[in-house]
């Protein structure tokens, strides 16, 4: 009968033992199958991103592309970001040669049945302005004016009140967004390509040849702007971003991101980084750019605008 009770405490401790064991390679177990799901997790972060098209929305894709790519969660993805103009951006993720399509008009405007199949991101407002080479003498420019000068009836800018000087225009494009939408709510028509008129790719260039070319004229999105062009005012309105929220100042487009389909999840993240407070309230505001939440009209394809 003595030997039982040391037996018994034997037996007891040999179960702890069993248990505590069993409760380590459970943890080491749970352990190892977080840490599989969080490799998961983060493998999905991974990849690369191509966004294509509009040069307007170019600066602000680009440098928040840096951004996110800087960011420790990110850092397996690796983001391309080209110009090329809407037109080639819609193309481009339609034929899924892009995984974005960055553009400043709706899809439907430029693309048929294939606009159907892509999903709109709509990352922020963009205003486009007429701009002058500081030496042509105007200040203000009518919506007929405009009409008159693209589409070559008036030829000099003392016509317009400005000095004796030839107008020299530098157009976009017809696959640009940019053009589309400066034709759609400053002029109201489509304009053709003039004799003599320099066409360019990209606003940047457009901006330079402007700065140094006496007597041009062309436009620019407001993320372009700066002293070295003259921005002229649309029918006396300036081109701000009060004006523009208002709906007091016409000449403003959305900036979308297409995608075809539902985005991959690097794709997907990078345009929830771009969605993000921090990058709608920091990046979108400080390059020229409005947040889409801030305007007080709407604007649909069609053109129409309401409160």
Same mark, same amino acid.
């Given at each position: 009968?003595? $030997?039982?009770?040391?037996?018994?405490? *034997?037996?007891?401790?040999?179960?702890?033992?069993? $248990?505590?064991?069993?409760? #380590?390679?459970? @943890?080491?177990?749970? /352990?190892?199958?977080?840490?599989?799901?969080?490799?998961?997790? &983060? /493998?999905?972060?991974?990849? /690369?991103?191509?966004?294509? %098209? #509009?040069?307007? $929305?170019?600066?602000?894709?680009?440098?928040?592309?840096?951004?996110?790519?800087?960011?420790?969660?990110?850092?397996? *993805?690796?983001?391309?970001?080209? %110009?090329?103009?809407? %037109?080639?951006?819609?193309?481009?993720?339609? =034929?899924?040669?892009?995984?974005?399509?960055?553009?400043?008009?709706?899809?439907?405007?430029?693309?048929?049945?294939?606009?159907?199949?892509?999903?709109?991101?709509?990352? !922020?407002?963009?205003?486009? !302005?007429?701009?002058?080479?500081?030496?042509? %003498?105007?200040?203000?420019?009518?919506?007929?004016?405009?009409?008159? *000068?693209?589409?070559?009836?008036?030829?000099?800018? +003392?016509?317009?009140?400005?000095?004796?000087?030839? *107008?020299?225009?530098?157009?976009?494009?017809?696959?640009?967004?940019?053009?589309?939408?400066?034709?759609?709510?400053?002029? =109201?028509?489509?304009?053709?390509?003039?004799?003599?008129?320099?066409?360019?790719? &990209?606003?940047? @260039?457009? +901006? +330079?040849?402007? &700065?140094? #070319?006496? =007597?041009?004229?062309?436009?620019?999105?407001? #993320?372009?702007?700066?002293?070295?062009?003259?921005?002229?005012?649309?029918?006396?309105?300036?081109?701000?971003?009060?004006?523009? @929220?208002? =709906?007091?100042?016409?000449?403003? !487009?959305?900036?979308?991101?297409?995608?075809?389909?539902?985005?991959?999840?690097?794709? +997907?993240?990078?345009?929830?980084?771009?969605? /993000?407070?921090?990058?709608?309230?920091?990046?979108?505001?400080?390059?020229?750019?409005?947040?889409? &939440?801030?305007?007080?009209?709407?604007?649909?394809?069609?053109?129409?605008?309401?409160?």
């Amino acid at each position: 009968m003595k $030997l039982k009770k040391p037996l018994l405490m *034997i037996c007891t401790l040999a179960l702890v033992v069993m $248990l505590a064991a069993c409760g #380590s390679k459970n @943890t080491q177990e749970d /352990s190892s199958a977080s840490g599989t799901a969080n490799n998961d997790k &983060s /493998s999905e972060l991974s990849g /690369s991103v191509l966004a294509v %098209g #509009s040069t307007a $929305l170019q600066p602000l894709v680009e440098q928040t592309a840096q951004k996110f790519m800087a960011e420790s969660q990110y850092s397996k *993805i690796q983001v391309q970001v080209q %110009g090329g103009g809407s %037109g080639t951006g819609l193309t481009q993720v339609s =034929g899924g040669q892009a995984d974005i399509g960055n553009s400043d008009v709706f899809a439907e405007e430029k693309l048929k049945d294939e606009a159907k199949e892509l999903v709109d991101h709509q990352v !922020a407002v963009v205003a486009m !302005a007429a701009v002058t080479n500081p030496d042509a %003498g105007v200040d203000n420019l009518t919506k007929q004016q405009l009409v008159d *000068i693209f589409t070559g009836k008036v030829t000099n800018w +003392k016509e317009v009140g400005g000095k004796d000087e030839a *107008i020299v225009i530098v157009n976009r494009p017809s696959s640009s967004g940019t053009r589309k939408t400066f034709e759609k709510y400053a002029l =109201g028509a489509s304009t053709e390509d003039l004799k003599g008129s320099i066409q360019e790719e &990209s606003s940047g @260039t457009v +901006k +330079k040849i402007v &700065s140094e #070319s006496p =007597g041009s004229i062309g436009y620019l999105a407001l #993320s372009y702007l700066d002293d070295k062009v003259k921005v002229v005012k649309y029918d006396g309105v300036e081109a701000t971003v009060e004006n523009v @929220t208002s =709906g007091k100042y016409p000449v403003w !487009a959305y900036e979308h991101m297409y995608t075809k389909g539902e985005p991959k999840p690097a794709v +997907k993240a990078f345009l929830d980084y771009i969605a /993000s407070d921090a990058v709608q309230n920091g990046d979108v505001v400080e390059l020229g750019y409005i947040p889409v &939440s801030k305007m007080e009209v709407k604007r649909d394809v069609d053109g129409n605008v309401s409160k």
